[in-house]
């Protein structure tokens, strides 16, 4: 979504019209329960912070007409909403054990089942970064986020983002070099199409 087209659905928020409201949580909602799950490692407690936010936004959608990033807004609240259950000495998240799936071996179509092999390599990949560089990673390729607005989330430095997305992409061409015979940061080998990844 454009930044331009979130203010105006902010803006109309702002004014009392539950369809923009409807339309906001229907984009983000998923998207910022995925980012809490990051940090909470639990879907029920990721849903239940998210849910919590969007309540307040309405409660609280007065407010909205002077935010200036409403992006950022939203998953700050919701990098700030995790934390504070995190220091809840009750409440504390325990990550659910991780089973990533089983690497496709059908006999169909070989490039579709060698680009579903390398997906899940990287996902695992990804998975295996650290928090903080897993999080810097997927803001900014799977969200789409500027490195600025990356930092203003999770309050760091722009350089200190730039450097760890620049240690993700290098973990993850060295996870991916061994399937594909090549390092994906070098020279392709012939028929290999998998750069798309960074």
Excluded at 82 to 104: I, M, T, V
Excluded at 152 to 158: K, R
Aim: hydrophobic share 40%; charged share 25%.
């Amino acid at each position: 979504m454009h930044a331009t087209s979130l203010h105006f659905l902010f803006l109309q928020i702002s004014q009392g019209h539950k369809e923009a409201f409807d339309q906001l949580f229907y984009r983000y909602y998923e998207r910022l329960v995925d980012f809490a799950m990051q940090y909470v490692k639990q879907p029920e407690p990721a849903e239940e912070l998210v849910s919590s936010l969007f309540v307040n936004i309405w409660r609280k959608r007065d407010q909205l007409a002077a935010v200036r990033s409403p992006q950022v807004y939203l998953f700050v609240a919701t990098r700030n909403g995790c934390l504070n259950y995190l220091r809840r000495p009750a409440k504390q998240a325990q990550p659910l054990p991780h089973h990533p799936e089983s690497l496709s071996r059908d006999t169909g179509n070989t490039l579709d089942t060698e680009y579903k092999e390398l997906e899940a390599i990287v996902r695992i990949a990804v998975e295996k970064l650290p928090e903080q560089r897993r999080v810097i990673f997927r803001l900014i390729k799977e969200e789409g986020m500027k490195a600025k607005d990356v930092a203003a989330i999770l309050s760091l430095s722009v350089r200190t983002v730039e450097n760890q997305l620049y240690k993700a992409l290098k973990s993850l061409a060295a996870a991916v070099s061994g399937y594909l015979g090549y390092h994906p940061q070098g020279k392709p080998l012939k028929g290999k199409t998998f750069l798309l990844f960074f």
